[in-house]
T-cell receptor, first 113, second 114 residues
C-alpha cells in the first residue's frame, strides 16, 4: 500500500511571497499524482494532476507541481501567493496497478497580508 | 450542472444508534467514492463503486458499515451500530470513470456520536 506524507501541517506565508508545499509518497511503482484544494467552507476540488508526459504540471491559478520519480515527490509551488490562496491542500496518489487512491493529511496554507 | 449532493450535512446521534448518509453523484458519473475524514487528516477511502459494483471495499469495516448503490446512481452509506470513534466527516465523490479522472466532492456529512 502507498502512504502519502505531507510533513507540513501548516504553512504561514505573507502575501506575494513564494511558497512550496511538500508531498512525498512511499512507493516508486507507477503512480498518478494529484493535488486537491479545499477552500474555507467549500468541498475538495482538483487543483492539478500528473498522469504522464511532462513532469511539470500547472494549474490555472499559478500553482505548479513537479513529479520527481527518484525522490518520490510531487511538491506544489507558487512564486507569489494571494490572500485567496488560503486553503487546505491535499496531495493524493493513485497506484496504477491496483487503482487504489490515497490522500495525505493535508497542509493548511495561511496567507497573511 | 448540479454538483455532488450529500445529506444530511450534520448528524448527531447517541452511540449504538444507526445512521445513514445519502449521496447523489453528478449525472453521468459512473464511479462513486465514499471517504471518511477524521479531524486533521486526509480523506480515507471506504468504498469505490463502478456503476452498481463495489470494486474496492477493502477499507470498509464490514461488521458495522454497509453501503449500496442501487441502479448505479445514488448511494447510501450506513453505520449500525455507531461508535464514538465514528465521529468524522463522511465525504462522497464521483468521477466519470477511472482513477485518472477528476473526482468531484460533495460537501460532506459531519457525524457526531455522543
Amino acid at each position: 500500500a502507498q502512504s502519502v506524507t505531507q510533513l507540513d501541517s501548516q504553512v504561514p506565508v505573507f502575501e506575494e511571497a513564494p511558497v512550496e508545499l511538500r508531498c512525498n509518497y512511499s512507493s516508486s511503482v507507477s503512480v498518478y499524482l494529484f493535488w486537491y484544494v479545499q477552500y474555507p467552507n467549500q468541498g475538495l476540488q482538483l487543483l492539478l494532476k500528473y498522469l504522464s508526459g511532462s513532469t511539470l504540471v500547472e494549474s490555472i491559478n499559478g500553482f505548479e507541481a513537479e513529479f520527481n520519480k527518484s525522490q518520490t515527490s510531487f511538491h506544489l509551488r507558487k512564486p507569489s501567493v494571494h490572500i485567496s490562496d488560503t486553503a487546505e491542500y491535499f496531495c493524493a496518489v493513485s497506484d496504477r496497478d491496483f487503482n487504489k487512491f490515497y490522500f495525505g493529511s493535508g497542509t493548511k496554507l495561511n496567507v497573511k497580508p | 450542472e448540479a454538483g455532488v449532493v450529500q445529506s444530511p450535512r450534520y448528524k448527531i446521534i447517541e452511540k449504538k444508534q444507526p445512521v445513514a448518509f445519502w449521496c447523489n453523484p453528478i449525472s453521468g458519473h459512473n464511479t462513486l467514492y465514499w471517504y471518511l475524514q477524521n479531524l486533521g487528516q486526509g480523506p480515507e477511502l471506504l468504498i469505490r463503486y463502478e456503476n452498481e459494483e463495489a470494486v474496492d471495499d477493502s477499507q470498509l469495516p464490514k461488521d458495522r458499515f454497509s453501503a449500496e448503490r442501487l441502479k448505479g446512481v445514488d448511494s447510501t452509506l450506513k453505520i449500525q451500530p455507531a461508535e464514538l470513534g465514528d465521529s468524522a466527516v463522511y465525504l462522497c465523490a464521483s468521477s466519470p470513470g477511472t482513477v485518472t479522472d477528476t473526482q468531484y466532492f460533495g460537501p460532506g456529512t459531519r457525524l457526531t456520536v455522543l
